[in-house]
């Protein structure tokens, strides 16, 4: 009872209170009031008055990205077999013991060799062929960008806590898995882009 008075009463006064203010502009920014004299980039402040400069750690940390000729590619190496304990400690729970997907992606299987090198979102998308389910053997165009998503965005739960010998090793055991590696070929900023994908030649990019 009291938390909807607290509501009814407090809250919409307040907030039309701040709508009032807004609608009076005394909300507008340093920048967009200068600018609404109309000349544009001359009347840019050096600053807005708040944060601070971004420090060369935090740069670092956010700019790891690695292209698909390899540029980018940091120092490290990992085989399939310094992998696969990462991978089942950190991946299997989510993508299934042999990467065959579980609560997420399938990763591994669907070579040319067993199936034809289509996905189901590829099908969809184009709207011809058989219905197979795409994994990074099938799919992916590049083993580069492989390292780049998996450095960035897994663990899911724990994204960014990987080293780069990690995520060689775990690249290592996706590619191995998928046959398009040895088992004991190293993976590192030479070996990785070197690796020829079967989707390489048939990804079509979206243009968007
Ligand atoms: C908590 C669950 C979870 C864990 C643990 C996890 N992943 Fe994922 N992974 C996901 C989800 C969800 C996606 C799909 C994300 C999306 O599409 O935005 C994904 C996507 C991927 C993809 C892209 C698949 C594709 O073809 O689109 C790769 C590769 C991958 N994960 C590798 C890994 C590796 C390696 C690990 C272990 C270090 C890992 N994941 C751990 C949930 C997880």
């Known amino acids: 009872m009291g938390r909807v ?46 944060g601070r400069a971004a420090t060369a750690e935090e740069i670092a940390a956010w700019d790891i990205d690695v292209m698909p000729d390899g540029t980018g590619l940091p120092e490290g190496e990992g085989t399939a077999a310094s992998g696969a304990p990462i991978y089942a400690r950190q991946c299997a729970v989510c993508h299934g013991q042999s990467g065959e997907g579980g609560i997420a992606d399938r ?8 199936t034809p090198p289509f996905g189901p979102r590829y099908e969809e998308w184009r709207g011809d062929g058989p219905d197979v389910p795409y994994s990074v053997g099938n799919y992916w165009p590049y083993a580069t ?64």
């Open 5 to 50: 008075t607290y509501r009814g009463m407090l809250s919409a006064p307040l907030l039309a209170a701040v709508l009032a203010l807004a609608g009076a502009g005394l909300f507008t920014t340093p920048a967009a009031a200068q600018n609404a004299g109309g000349d544009g980039a001359e009347t840019m402040p050096e600053s807005f008055g708040f």
């Open 107 to 114: 990763l591994v299987g669907y070579t040319p060799e067993t």
């Open 145 to 208: 960008t492989l390292f780049d998503y998996i450095r960035r965005a897994m663990p899911s739960n724990a994204p960014g806590t990987l080293e780069a010998d990690q995520v060689y090793g775990l690249v290592a055991w996706i590619l191995a898995e998928n046959g398009l590696i040895g088992a004991d070929d190293a993976m590192n900023a030479t070996t990785l882009p070197a690796v020829e994908m079967p989707a390489r030649d048939i990804f079509v990019p979206q243009e968007r």
